[in-house]
């Protein structure tokens, strides 16, 4: 077993790729994925480190296409997987209870998948087989890594089932994936996900295409779930409300790198980049009227073959100019620590953030 630290997710000194031993649960360091295209290397994730503790949620949020989707497979391990990932380069560290997975043979990371570590995806029916029942799937996803009887498994579904909200699961445990409501299906696939116990949990935008209610239903059976079996979670979303629920700490993707990340208080009091006061801008209110609600990120998300020069954010940043001369264009900002387990990478001045933060930024949120 690995020691633990007792501090939470994301938190220490920036990590580099070494050989030193991980001191969390889960421990990312230099992460890169690159794909080789036709059209050039796309440099998807490009140098990405975080911890994550047992029982602490981590939300790495950003634009789309800025690398989160693309982690979270690689965590997996689903990069080695499919066509599209043939080629793939990944390199870096990722550690799992102590195990390290880059280097690890695929069949050891697909004893963990699953066993201890599930996804949970936007799409259930991108995780699901549409001509097997739900409770067939269930069972195969539970004996794949228990040695027991289809008639145990099946007990097991119904459980899950049970445990997620689905009612009458002993009925519903023989339908299909289309007999159930989209809210139902996402309900199904993280009784699947789960049936294993995972110690880690990652969900990618797992409410997005759910409406409110339902949203904030399975926001909740999440957080429960993760408390009963100590779980780390690492939550994908580009919707700063559901950080500001269910996040400890945060990390802030842009162009395939973190550009901040810190305590989740921290991030929302107290930002320490650029491009997090922007997506803080375009963050849904409920006390504001539905058309004032996104003011989005002016400009277009970088390239991810050819990344901006200097800082990836320079093109669409109103502050670029200040920094002198033209180090933002030319000499890409290195994460560096602003607060107790807080980082961001931007060449303003500290005064320069906190000046921007406090005078002209937070009085318009
Ligand atoms: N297999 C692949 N081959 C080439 N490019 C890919 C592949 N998978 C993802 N990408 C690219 O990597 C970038 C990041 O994708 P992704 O992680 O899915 O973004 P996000 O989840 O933040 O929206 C995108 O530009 C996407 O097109
Ligand atoms: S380094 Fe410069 S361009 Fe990048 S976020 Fe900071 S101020 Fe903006
Ligand atoms: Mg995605």
């Not at 539970?142 to 289809?150: A, Q």
């Not at 996104?294 to 990344?307: A, E, F, T, Y």
Request: glycine share 8%; hydrophobic share 40%; aromatic share 6%.
């Amino acid at each position: 077993m690995t020691e633990l630290s007792k501090t939470g997710a994301a938190v220490g000194e920036p990590v580099k790729a070494s050989s030193d031993a991980p001191t969390a649960f889960l421990e990312v360091r230099d992460l890169k994925v690159h794909f080789p295209t036709d059209d050039g290397l796309v440099k998807s994730v490009d140098g990405v480190s975080f911890k994550v503790e047992k029982g602490k949620t981590l939300a790495i949020v950003g634009e789309s296409g800025s690398g989160k989707s693309v982690t979270s497979l690689a965590v997996m391990g689903l990069h080695k997987l499919g066509a599209r990932g043939k080629n793939v380069q990944i390199s870096g560290e990722i550690w799992l209870d102590g195990k390290e997975l880059v280097s690890a043979a695929p069949d050891e990371v697909r004893r963990l998948r699953g066993r201890e570590m599930a996804m949970i995806f936007q799409d259930p029916l991108s995780a699901m087989h549409p001509y097997y029942t739900i409770g067939h799937q269930i069972v195969e996803a539970y004996r794949v890594h228990h040695d027991v009887s289809k008639k145990v498994a099946r007990t097991r579904a119904i459980e899950m089932l049970d445990r997620v909200g689905i009612p009458e699961p002993t009925k519903r445990v023989d339908n299909y994936p289309h007999e159930f409501s989209g809210g139902m299906r996402q309900r199904a696939m993280i009784a699947m996900a789960l049936v294993n116990n995972p110690e880690l949990l990652i969900a990618d935008e797992p409410t997005t295409a759910l409406d409110v209610t339902v949203q904030a239903q399975i926001l909740d059976l999440i957080r429960d779930l993760q408390k009963e079996f100590g779980s780390a979670v690492v939550m994908i979303t580009h919707d700063l409300g559901v950080v500001a629920e269910i996040a400890d700490d945060v990390l802030v993707m842009y162009g395939g790198r973190c550009v901040e990340r810190g305590p989740v208080a921290d991030i929302f009091e107290q930002p320490q980049h650029p491009y997090t006061w922007g997506l803080l801008g375009s963050m849904p209110r409920i006390d504001r009227e539905t058309s004032e609600r996104l003011i989005p990120v002016k400009g277009q998300p970088p390239s991810l073959i050819n990344v901006p020069s200097g800082c990836a954010f320079h093109p669409r940043c109103p502050y670029a100019d200040i920094p002198k001369g033209d180090v933002t264009r030319t000499v890409r900002p290195e994460l560096t620590q602003v607060g107790t387990g807080h980082f961001s990478a931007c060449h303003l001045s500290p005064e320069d953030r906190t000046r921007i933060w406090t005078e002209e930024i937070a009085p318009k949120l």
